[in-house]
């Protein structure tokens, strides 16, 4: 069946300029990390994908190895691409990385430019693109120098290959030193990529405050800290739960002092009138140097859910106060 998209689709969304580049972005962007590889079910990550841009999600984040098993989730983001999303190439802003472990051998991992250029071109053979909108370098590379990869960086833009290029999970005093390089080569960062949620805290010691300062955008990954600022585990572990079948996140780490706290926070969400993921998720929002807020859904409804964190984004002092108190507290 012919995919329409709603008509209406950009009037509910939130749109926030990253750093001070031109490009907007949506303040929900979707991942693909999980639920959209050779393992998963086509139908249900077809759906996911409609509801997201049906709802003014224009940015969708990929990587070279997001699968399992690895590259299969662009290549299955490609197919619907090209079936169902082909007319709408030019509304959406299509992210890839590469920087962790592709293919055997010496170049398939880390940061030299033999590996970024080549897994990019492997990415839009998957992908079948000409050019992604968004190039990454997924984690900083103790062993080769800097210079190298953010030349890398800038030779895939200049080759045409990525509009623009980012930086994940880069520390403040080494993303400074790439955006240095990045500025004097004349590729300017685009954005940056930490983990960062209620529950995993570290880019508000210095990070932030750089980005800020080098006019480059925020996109937070993993702000429901894999599904645990949500309301799924309070109940025990769902058998269809990346708590029970990912490796990422582990049954171990929902302690009896986490759901001591998930379960404090819930409270704070239903007086806010919201799901606990829609809280964690505004939370990240009120801060206007946070771009976009990277989610991932296994499922439409959650989706759905989290979609409406955007209803209410403002937070008293009274609730800050509270939630930081609970937050430090373990
Ligand atoms: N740059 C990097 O190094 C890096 C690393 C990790 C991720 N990322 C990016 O960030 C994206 C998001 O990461 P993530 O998937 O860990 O994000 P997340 O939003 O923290 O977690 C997503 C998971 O939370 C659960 N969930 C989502 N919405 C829910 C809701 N409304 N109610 C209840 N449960 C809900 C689902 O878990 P279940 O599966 O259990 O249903 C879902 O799979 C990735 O897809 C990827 O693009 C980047």
Known sequence: MTYNSNPNRYSDM???????????????????????????????YRNILHIAFDSGITHFDLANNYGPPPGSAETNFGRILHEDFKSYRDEIIISTKAG??????????WGSKKYLVSSLDQSLKRMKL??????????????????????????????????????SNYRAPEAAKAFEILKQMGTPCLIHQPKYSMF????????????EQYG??????SPLAQGLLTNKY?????????????????????????????LALNKIATERDQSLAQMAL?????????????????????LADSLLCLRNIEFSNDELITI????NYF
């Open 100 to 109: 962790y472990t592709m293919w055997d051998g010496p170049y398939g991992d």
């Open 14 to 44: 939130i749109y926030r300029r990253c750093g001070n580049s031109g490009i907007k972005l949506s303040a929900l962007s979707l991942g693909l990390w999980h639920n959209f590889g050779d393992v998963d079910v086509l139908e249900n």
């Open 216 to 221: 480059v955008g925020c996109i937070p990954f």
């Open 324 to 327: 930081e108190s609970i937050l």
């Open 130 to 167: 000409d050019y992604v909108d968004i190039f990454y370098h997924h984690r900083p590379d103790p062993e080769t120098p800097l210079e190298e990869t953010m030349a890398a960086l800038d030779l895939i833009v200049r080759q045409g290959k990525a509009l623009y290029v980012g930086i």
């Open 282 to 302: 505004a939370w990240l929002l009120k801060d206007k140097r946070v771009t976009s807020v990277l989610i991932g859904a296994s499922k439409p409804a959650q």
């Open 200 to 211: 995993e805290r570290w880019v508000e010691g210095g990070l932030l405050d750089v980005l």
């Open 234 to 262: 309070l109940n025990g572990i769902p058998a269809d739960s990346r708590a029970a079948i990912g490796h990422f996140l582990k049954a171990d780490m929902i302690t009896p002092e986490r759901l001591k706290q998930i």
